[in-house]
């Protein structure tokens, strides 16, 4: 009785974390000159932007402390140079043999010239000489290039393969938007202003009717500025909650239908090897076919 217990007490506990919603909240509000953006995981802040901002400004000052360091060693390194005397004699020793060095750089520019002549005339003759075996090695792999591809699309763009592509690609995106449980919280948009009151009117009533028409607009609120005196912002959250038991659901989902076009290829490959003549394709669907093994 104990054991049964726990069996069931450990299965209703693991049903429970699966099915439980873990909520994402991203927390907005846009200003002129002006924002801020967070993001929470159970009221949690994970991430926002006015410590940034605020980071931001800090190592400006520091940057000014580092160059005026850097300028007031540079000066110190100045006034030592000019106090050093061994310093002057080293400059002293290096601008005497000038003319020697000059002679030296003349002399291994022209032998560096020479062998780089040399170097582009034995290229040049290389080149000449066509090899016939590359070429022929080129020309084949060109060949079995060209069939590898007439033949990946001869296979996809079959019938039957492009019908199962498309329906399992259908399902793949409707199982990975139903992961997510997505949804506004009152968000407000204050500060719309137009040149007419009539437009404004107008406005107002398209936007209310958006609000009520569209489900995920349900929470949004817009406000005119009839007085002229107010800025325009946006300020909100938007709510994404998913669970384990649907991430797992859509990976399952993803598996299988990826696991059956593999081997439904695979099937369609070994027959078409067999017979090519078997996957006849319609004319448009066979231009589709050279015009894109071509390349």
């Known amino acids: ?4 217990a726990l069996v ?13 919603p873990v909520k994402v909240r991203f927390l907005f509000r846009v200003q002129k000159n002006a924002g801020k ?29 580092a160059a005026t ?3 007031i060693r540079a000066s110190e390194e100045d006034d030592f140079d000019d106090e050093n005397p061994w310093k002057k004699e080293e400059t002293a020793e290096a601008k005497a043999p000038a ?10 520019k022209s032998d560096a010239a020479a062998d780089a002549k040399t170097a582009k005339a034995s290229t040049e003759k290389s080149e000449k000489k066509p090899n016939k075996e590359s070429e022929k090695k080129k020309s084949k792999k060109k060949s079995k290039k060209k069939s590898s591809d ?41 500060g719309i202003r137009l040149e007419d009151y009539e437009d404004m009117g107008y406005a107002m009533g ?28 946006a300020e909100g959250g938007f709510v994404a909650s998913f669970s384990i038991a649907r991430i797992v659901g859509f990976g399952l989902v993803s598996l299988w239908s990826v696991l059956g076009l593999v ?25 589709i076919v050279r015009f894109l093994a071509a390349d």
């Open 99 to 108: 003319g020697e060095k000059s002679e030296k750089k003349t002399v291994e």
């Open 150 to 190: 007439e033949e990946f699309l001869t296979l996809v763009l079959e019938p039957h393969f492009d019908k199962k592509l498309l329906k399992d690609t259908l399902r793949i995106t409707k199982s990975f938007f139903r992961v997510f449980h997505c949804y506004f919280e009152p968000t407000v948009v204050d």
């Open 1 to 4: 009785m104990i054991f049964d």
């Open 8 to 20: 069931i007490l450990a299965v209703i506990m693991g049903g429970g974390l699966l099915l439980f």
């Open 69 to 71: 360091a850097e300028e």
């Open 263 to 287: 081997l439904r290829y695979l099937w369609n490959l070994r027959r078409y090897r067999k017979n090519p003549e078997q996957f006849r394709l319609i004319f448009w669907r066979r231009w």
């Open 37 to 65: 953006f967070e993001v929470r995981i159970f009221r949690k802040k994970v991430f926002t932007t006015e410590e940034s901002v605020e980071e931001a400004s800090e190592p400006a000052e520091e940057k000014i402390d």
């Open 206 to 233: 398209g936007l209310n009717f958006l609000c009520g028409a569209i489900p995920l607009l349900n929470n949004w609120e817009f406000l005119m500025d009839w007085e002229g005196n107010r800025p325009l912002r």
